[in-house]
């Protein structure tokens, strides 16, 4: 048994990102508005000293105020309403694959938790770990995430996690697209580049890892995944 470490933005879906999609949806809603927009614009302005061009990563100030038990439900309205069809059925083979012969899989992601949580109950996986808010009062804060794997912070979460179940992170899994995920991609034992885009594409044909497009076949064993709707 391994432990299968599963990106979402660019891997599960395509762009544009969950998070990006849901925070349209909203808009749709009316729940994003003038405020919500100064909020956003604030944040990026007091902690662009901090986060330097990755402000906008960190930036969910576009949620302050509103109830995390509002955000929840909307998010698994938005995940089982839309999002579940759009994807990328070779990866969801993948998934299915992995949990067949035993794997333990994990979506490891930057989106929101609440979207990454409704989307793990899609797909059937029992554990996730994304991007956590800062919650006053049970309303959403303008303030940076309390986690949020990106980058270098997702090799540090993944060792946590192979500490916590007993996992060896030489022999752990990854599938990701993007040159920010190069560094968790590089230490563990098997790396797949999925939809990868050119830096991370260049990096796994050096690297010989595998590389899965759209049109990649499905391999007979792992089927088409069954998704709870």
């Not at 299915?96 to 109950?121: F, K, N, P």
Request: with cysteine.
């Amino acid at each position: 048994m391994k432990l299968v470490l599963l990106d979402i933005d660019g891997t599960l879906i395509k762009a544009p990102s969950s998070e990006r999609r849901f925070a349209g949806h909203l808009r749709e809603l009316g729940r994003i508005g003038m405020r919500e927009n100064l909020a956003f614009a604030w944040f990026a302005l007091r902690y662009f000293p901090m986060f330097g061009t990755g402000v906008l990563r960190k930036d969910k100030a576009y949620l302050a105020g509103i109830s995390e038990e509002e955000i929840k439900e909307l998010a698994h309205e938005f995940v089982t309403d839309r999002l579940a069809h759009s994807l990328f059925e070779p990866v969801c083979a993948r998934v299915r694959h992995h949990l067949q012969i035993g794997d333990e899989v994990w979506l490891l992601s930057g989106t929101l938790s609440y979207i990454a949580t409704s989307l793990a109950e899609v797909l059937r996986l029992e554990h996730v770990r994304a991007t956590e808010c800062v919650i006053k009062n049970g309303l959403l804060a303008a303030r940076p995430p309390v986690v949020h794997p990106y980058g270098k912070a997702k090799v540090e979460i993944a060792r946590e996690l192979c500490r916590e179940r007993g996992f060896d992170f030489g022999q752990a899994i990854a599938y990701a697209d993007s040159w920010a995920d190069r560094h968790l991609m590089e230490e563990v034992g098997t790396a797949v580049a999925v939809m990868p885009d050119k830096k991370l594409a260049e990096l796994a044909i050096r690297r010989s890892w595998e590389i899965l497009e759209p049109g990649a076949t499905i391999p007979e064993a792992a089927g088409g995944l069954e998704t709870r709707q």
